[in-house]
């Protein structure tokens, strides 16, 4: 089974992805479907509606995703309250993006969709054809991406507003004992409690957690237990938290995590949202980060309104045959003539760099050349490229990553916790009602109705 990328961006990321699998949770109705009389609501959230269709092909997009093992499914009632849940979530989210200006343009999607095809090793025309084959609609699968996309702009707005990281906190991060402790990979259930919850609802939570921990103790998946009891996001991928620094695990779950060997499961452990039970699948300790870097030089030809794609190839296989063949200056000729702004004014320099600086195409070809050796003109979306590899070498980068690595912790702590907050408000302040009665959940965080 393949395991969805994280759904939310953080605020300083340099691009935005999306599940492999994005069309199975939040498929809307098929073709067929779409046909049909309008069907029963099943819940009301704020001024919009789910309908049993909507929930029905939801779950079944669920049981197709854990159709290899099916037996990690909660029983269907359980399994139709948690995607509920999630299609309640998803709504309000959507209509808050909405709410806010927030919009999504055809060439986004386009590109959604060719990052979803592509991680499903698909073309777009083999994504639309596979979608169209179990019956749906792809105008509908595109919906529904432009609508996560949406989602995480959202997330990327509230992170923004409310997660800032000081280089105090970076250095005080990479000082302490827990960073130096190196890496553990979790999984964990969460059992939530309202907001604002009674004294009722603590005690059910709390049972509801224990009733996971005894089902684990008499043999159950660890996995299966999350997608039976959890209450989290991630419910649906079993828990699985991925791997992560120590620093970056909450403080107060810190010292029973460092406590446990892989494959050991936590008692219940109180937390601001409610119970949590983590699982430690393993860990590995920090270790040097040797990096190949690459010294280049390079003539960037860019199309303009006065220059044609066809013409910019042209110039570019020009000066590669003025450097290869009449063994002309590439330093001169690059700053004659490269449009890079950042490199032109100095040969082309493009001083020492890791090989996916500059972006996948170049690092492609950056990787096949011998020291001194110049490629032939290539494109990229900037324009047409000619490289010269000046040298190679093997550098420790540990601090400099390290580094980076202490300020994604901080920010993916934060930003992990800001917006959970976020959306236990949004849904506490929503008017939500559950109109069958078997899909309420009296666990559930709840919201005005």
């Known amino acids: 089974m393949k395991q969805p ?20 949770l ?19 959230v704020d001024e919009d509606v789910i309908l049993q269709s909507e929930l029905n092909e939801a779950v079944r997009s669920v049981q197709q995703q854990y159709a290899s093992n099916p037996g990690q499914l909660p029983p ?36 959604a969709v060719a990052g979803v095809a592509q991680q499903n090793k698909m073309t777009p025309e083999q994504l639309r054809a596979a979608v169209e084959q179990e019956g749906g609609s792809f105008a509908a699968f595109r919906a529904q991406l432009g609508e996560q996309l949406m989602v995480q702009n959202l997330h990327q707005s509230v992170v923004r507003d409310s997660v800032n ?25 969460q059992v939530s409690i309202p907001s604002g919850g009674s004294a009722a609802d603590i005690q059910a939570a709390q049972a509801k957690a224990e009733q996971a921990i ?18 989290a996001q991630d419910a649906l991928e079993g828990g699985d938290l991925g791997w992560r620094r120590m620093d970056e695990v909450p403080p107060a779950f810190a010292d029973t995590v460092s406590g446990m060997k892989p494959g050991d499961v936590s008692p219940a452990l109180r937390g601001p949202t409610g119970f949590h039970i983590l699982k430690l699948v393993d860990q590995r ?53 490269s449009k890079d702004n950042t490199t032109a004014n100095i040969g082309g320099d493009m001083g020492w760099f890791p090989q996916q600086a500059w972006g996948s195409t170049i690092a492609e070809q950056i990787g096949q050349l011998k020291d ?18 000046e040298g190679r070498r093997q550098s420790d980068l540990t601090d400099q990553i390290e580094r980076d690595q202490a300020r994604q912790a ?15 408000q949004l849904r506490s302040d929503a008017y939500v009602n559950i109109l069958v009665p078997e899909l309420r959940d009296d666990t559930a965080a709840g919201g005005k109705s």
Do not use: C
């Open 5 to 24: 990328l994280a759904l939310f961006v953080l605020a300083f990321a340099a691009a935005t992805v999306l599940p492999a699998h994005a069309q199975l």
């Open 26 to 44: 939040q498929q809307a109705p098929s073709a067929g479907q779409a046909n049909q009389p309008l069907d029963r609501i099943v819940a009301v």
């Open 76 to 111: 269907i009632n359980v399994l139709q309250k948690q995607v509920l849940d999630r299609l309640v979530l998803m709504k309000l989210q959507v209509s808050k993006a909405k709410e806010q200006g927030i919009r999504v343009s055809d060439s986004d999607i386009d590109q």
């Open 165 to 189: 990281i000081t280089d105090s906190e970076i250095n005080n991060l990479l000082n302490s004992p827990s960073y130096k402790a190196g890496e553990v990979h979790l999984a964990h259930i």
């Open 214 to 231: 005894n089902s684990i103790k008499g043999g159950m998946d660890f996995n299966a237990a999350a997608i039976r009891y959890s209450d």
């Open 285 to 337: 300790q920090p270790s040097k980060q040797m990096v190949t870097e690459f010294h280049a030089r390079q003539i960037l030809i860019k199309p303009s309104e006065l220059v044609t794609p066809a013409q910019a190839e042209q110039k570019a296989q020009d000066l590669y045959n003025r450097i290869v063949n009449k063994h002309e200056d590439f330093a001169k000729l690059a700053k004659e003539n």
């Open 372 to 389: 001194g050796e110049v490629s032939k003109p290539f494109q990229s979306e900037a324009g047409w490229h000619v490289l010269q590899l």
């Open 410 to 424: 901080i920010g993916n702590r934060k930003a992990e916790q800001a917006y959970d907050d976020y959306l236990r």
